[in-house]
């Protein structure tokens, strides 16, 4: 039984996987950009910015580097972004060639 859910998950999964890159990297990159704006720009704390994130994100995470002012989301075995605080600019996705 639990061979056919595997197996019916993994067919899924496949099927759908464009749509799933798609809304993984997305995810990613708005929650990076939100919550460097937020933890950068506005003083918030991270934990705090975390609450910023829209409904149907709560599997990105969040990790801050406060030596290089930037913001790293993850969505879970699809996709990263880091978002990095620039002086002038606001929080700017990587790669940044401005």
């Not at 990613?28 to 919550?35: G, L, P, T």
């Not at 879970?76 to 600019?89: I, K, N």
């Amino acid at each position: 039984m639990l061979a056919i859910i595997a197996a019916g998950l993994g067919t899924a999964a496949f099927a759908f996987r464009s749509e799933i890159n798609g809304y993984g990297s997305v995810s990613a990159a708005y929650s990076a950009r939100v919550a460097c704006s937020c933890r950068y720009v506005a003083g918030r704390p991270l934990g705090d910015c975390a609450k910023d994130k829209l409904a149907g994100m709560e599997a990105v995470t969040l990790v801050e580097d406060n030596e290089t002012k930037s913001v790293t989301a993850r969505f879970p075995l699809v996709a990263s972004a880091t978002a990095t605080y620039r002086e002038g600019y606001g929080c700017v996705l990587e790669p940044y060639e401005g």
